[in-house]
């Protein structure tokens, strides 16, 4: 077999958990090979807390992880896939490790030695608050409820399944003298809102801030990764959420040294009409963006309106604001700066306060630290990307129109000065000094944790006239892409970054590509979705809420039949729980309504997966033909458009998942390399999977980085239907759109598509053959997606 390539050609993604290790993953390399991919796309592989199911809670970035099967396992699975022509991906996790002191070794020493310990370093503490303790929000109530189950044993604290280490010396002392000696304070977990003092991934404190910046971090912390990419065990990387770091472009500059340049993509979620910062030294994002493009293809943008419109019907008066998507983004973003990012925002302000109180410049002192908080929140809260890069990049993120809409907080003109100050310290107008950097820095990741929390965590939540369009990377409020807008989009990618990396689904997917092309078919028979809502939903009692109702009824159309009616219920119920607990209006993670979620459990039991949920299911069974176009009008797009697709396990075949944990289901694979389905024959999704990625792996000069991409314009009264492109003038995409809206039009009439020049075989059907301008009907007679070669002359 020849070596992979340097640049994939396609990648799959593996979720790698203690239920399938990575001997899992060698008995899938036959089956996976076939499929004509060049690389195994592995969830991270360090050491994890045990038991994980995702392994992003590193404990030790310096060991493989056993559960899996060790580093042994790891080095076996990338000879087999060699043997097999495959190279492998890692996916890694710079910004954080586990809070878990008894399982990460780095972290028990910092607890027991405290700032003095080498490895302090490694982990992002503000050690002058609190006392110089570490706050561990581990305690299941206020200390006086909890003292008694705090035990002394030998050298370790320990508190139920917790452990914690003890300063030398300090083992005999009472506990209340013993608790302030430590480097350390367990408390209540309820205090990490507002009084943690490490930085941690999003809300989340059982995952603490890693320093990557400081060289030594990054030597002691990549260590493992480097020795496997430089001893060819591995081939390229997946960052993970590189916008929690203090200096995203100078870790990956200094990554793209250390690995001296391999294929690196970033999980960088960019807004509508942001670009990724052309200075870093990666190929590309992970995709979302891409993902955002494709899906948007197949809604119809009227019909959204009217969507939108019935789901303000159905739902007011429960709908956050009748449904108005940058105002529900804003209420989301205040309220999860108050509350769950509370601490990041008392720190924020603590450096904001202390650099203007010691600042030489006039102009920044006198500032209280109310004013200078109700300044941050306000520009916080109006920012429309993750976070500025620079005091270059700060100025068209933390924008003039958004300082004139943050100065309105203020009733007293001297005090919305606080905006002004804070807006030039983003900008650099007071110097570049180790404060000012900290300012900025600080800034710009609570900016990255609010972004994501407010709204893939909240307003994705609480604005659902559409679920599909809810998805990572998405613009809910304005979902449809037209086809013009697509090829510009595909343009850039093709001249600026040809080698980034494309999704469809993957482990972070609110749902999986399929069940949302199911529910893009909604926007294109929004009265008749209503209509059957209305039938479906008479006599349903109780409804717990006219929102979670509308999103419940369309997580089940988008689901669609999925095998034991009791397993689904299941799906669905969680699924739902999770909903609701996110969007935060009437229960949440951490403040639970025990009456609203059995109500919601009641709901979903009775209704959607109960006799009324038959009428949705008959909708969805009548609108199978339109479902099947969008399932392989996307995933053809998706494998040939620019850039390196990734497959998300089991999707090569047709696969619906919702939200995690149900999307991380392990795979099954069969051992003749059938998929492990036990269905005999292959779906036609996968056939268009196999065709799509042969030619891909025959003709990678085709669809590479020197490729080229070329829109190709339908004429006729049905032209917007039809989305085609060419590929280096060597192969032709041509999809359905709107399928539905088609039908109702009358077809495709005289619709025609002018190929380029030369003779073109179909790849997938044999013997059929075009050239010069084909009638539409005939070239979509038996599917709707056609991927066509140019014929030797």
Not at 94 to 106: I, K
Not at 344 to 370: G, I, K, M, N, Q
Not at 446 to 463: G, H, I, M, P
Request: charged fraction near 25%.
């Amino acid at each position: 077999m020849p070596p992979a390539p340097a640049v994939p050609t396609a990648t799959y993604r593996l979720q790698l958990q203690p239920d399938f290790p990575f001997s899992a993953a060698t008995t899938a390399v036959p089956h996976l090979a076939a499929l004509n991919i060049s690389h195994l796309h592995l969830s991270p592989v360090l050491e994890a807390v045990p038991g994980s199911r995702h392994g992003y809670d590193v404990v030790d970035p310096t060991r493989v992880r056993e559960e899996l099967g060790g580093e042994e396992g790891l080095r076996e699975l990338s000879r087999t896939a060699r043997d097999h022509g495959l190279g492998l991906i890692l996916d890694i996790v710079p910004n954080h490790m586990a809070m878990s002191p008894r399982h990460n070794p780095a972290l028990w020493e910092v607890l027991r030695d405290g700032p003095s310990s080498p490895r302090a370093r490694w982990f992002d503490i503000d050690w002058e608050a609190q006392g110089g303790q570490v706050l561990l929000p581990v305690l299941g109530g206020p200390l006086g409820e909890e003292a008694d189950r705090l035990k002394v044993d030998g050298d370790v604290l320990r508190y139920h399944d917790h452990a914690f280490p003890l300063r030398e010396g300090t083992a005999g002392l009472p506990l209340p003298r013993l608790l302030d000696a430590q480097w350390y304070r367990p408390v209540w977990w309820r205090l990490a809102r507002t009084e943690l003092n490490y930085r941690r991934f999003f809300s989340i404190s059982e995952l603490i801030g890693v320093r990557v910046e400081d060289p030594k971090v990054f030597a002691a912390t990549h260590a493992k990764i480097l020795e496997l990419l430089h001893e060819g065990v591995v081939d390229g990387l997946r960052v993970d959420h590189p916008d929690g770091l203090a200096d995203p472009g100078g870790y990956l500059r200094r990554l793209h040294e250390a690995t001296g340049g391999r294929w690196t993509v970033v999980e960088k979620i960019l807004a509508d009409g942001e670009g990724l910062p052309a200075s870093w030294p990666v190929a590309g994002t992970t995709g979302y963006d891409a993902l955002r493009h494709v899906d948007g293809l197949f809604m119809d943008p009227a019909g959204f309106g009217e969507l939108l419109d019935r789901y303000r019907a159905f739902a007011a008066p429960q709908t956050d604001r009748g449904g108005d998507w940058d105002a529900t983004v804003r209420r989301a973003a205040y309220k999860v700066l108050t509350h769950e990012l509370a601490a990041e925002s008392d720190r924020l302000t603590r450096v904001a306060t202390r650099l203007c109180a010691t600042s030489p410049e006039t102009a920044l002192r006198d500032r209280a630290p109310w004013a200078l908080r109700t300044a941050l929140t306000e520009l916080l809260v109006r920012l429309e990307v993750y976070r500025p890069y620079s005091p270059e990049d700060a100025a068209t993120v933390v924008t003039e129109e958004a300082a004139a809409e943050a100065r309105r907080a203020f009733a007293v003109p001297e005090e919305a000065g606080a905006v002004d100050v804070v807006r030039d310290l983003l900008l650099g107008r007071y110097g570049d000094g180790p404060a000012q950097a900290e300012f900025r820095t600080r800034f710009a990741q609570t900016a990255s944790a609010l972004r994501a929390k407010s709204v893939e965590d909240t307003a994705f939540y609480r604005y659902v006239p559409l679920l599909s369009a809810t998805e990572v990377g998405g613009e809910p409020g304005d979902p449809a892409v037209g086809p013009d807008r697509f090829h510009a989009y595909c343009a850039r990618v093709q001249r600026d970054w040809p080698a980034t990396g494309t999704v469809l689904s993957t482990h972070d997917a609110k749902r999986s590509a399929d069940v949302r092309a199911a529910l893009h078919v909604l926007t294109e028979c929004p009265g008749r979705w209503a209509d059957v809502l209305a039938e479906a939903s008479r006599g349903v009692e109780p409804v717990p809420d006219g929102q979670l109702a509308w999103a419940a009824w369309q997580t089940v159309f988008g689901l669609g039949p999925a095998g034991d009616e009791r397993a689904r219920e299941e799906r669905v119920r969680e699924a739902l729980l999770k909903h609701v607990r996110e969007a935060g209006l009437f229960t949440s993670w951490t403040e639970q309504e025990p009456p609203y979620e059995e109500a919601v459990a009641r709901f979903v039991a009775a209704g959607p997966c109960g006799v009324p949920g038959r009428k949705v299911a008959e909708l969805r069974e009548a609108l199978e033909p339109h479902i099947r176009a969008n399932v392989l009008g996307a995933a053809l797009v998706h494998l040939t458009m620019p850039g390196v697709p990734d497959l998300y396990q089991g999707t090569e075949r047709e696969y619906r998942a919702l939200v995690d944990p149900d999307n991380r289901t392990p795979p099954r694979f069969g051992e003749n390399g059938d998929g492990g389905d036990g269905g005999g024959g292959r779906s036609e999704k996968e056939a268009v999977t196999r065709a799509a990625l042969a030619l891909r792996a025959r003709r990678p000069e085709v669809f590479g980085t020197s490729a080229s991409y070329e829109p190709l314009a339908a004429v006729g009264p049905a032209a917007d239907h039809c989305l085609a492109f060419a590929r280096s003038g060597e192969v032709v995409t041509a999809v359905t759109r709107l399928s539905l809206r088609l039908a109702e039009s009358g077809g495709w009439r005289d619709t025609r598509l002018p190929l380029p020049r030369g003779r073109w075989a179909d790849v997938r059907e044999p013997g059929r053959e075009f050239e010069r301008e084909v009638r539409a009907a005939e070239l979509f007679a038996a599917s709707p997606v056609v991927l066509l070669e140019r014929l030797p002359e």
